[in-house]
C-alpha cells in the first residue's frame, strides 16, 4: 500500500474539514486512507455519541458526503469511496 501525504489524495481534506465540523468529539474522530487498485478507500471512525450525527436522518448525510467525494474524486480521475467503522463496544 503506498504512503501517501494529506494532499495527494483527493477528497480526504475536505472530509476531515467537514467531519471535524460536524462531530463533538474531535479528539475520537479518525480518517485513515488507502489506495489499491480498486480507488481510493477512506475508513471514518467516530465516538458513539457522534455516529448518528455522521450518519444523519434516513442515512442522508453519509449519503451526501459519498456523492460529493464521487464528484471529488471524477476531477481527480479516482473512484473514491467512503467506508464508516461502528465504533468498539
Do not use: C, H, W
Not at 478507500?41 to 460529493?68: E, H, N, Y
Amino acid at each position: 500500500m503506498p504512503v501517501t501525504t494529506e494532499t495527494e489524495v483527493p477528497g480526504l481534506e475536505f472530509l476531515r474539514y467537514v467531519l471535524e465540523a460536524l462531530v463533538e468529539d474531535r479528539d475520537q474522530l479518525s480518517i485513515e486512507s488507502s489506495i489499491d487498485q480498486l480507488g481510493i478507500l477512506l475508513t471514518v471512525r467516530v465516538s458513539d455519541r457522534d455516529m448518528g450525527k455522521l450518519i444523519g436522518k434516513g442515512g442522508q448525510t453519509v449519503k451526501a458526503l459519498r456523492t460529493l467525494l464521487r464528484i471529488l474524486g471524477g476531477n481527480a480521475s479516482q473512484r473514491i469511496n467512503l467506508k464508516i467503522l461502528e465504533p468498539a463496544v
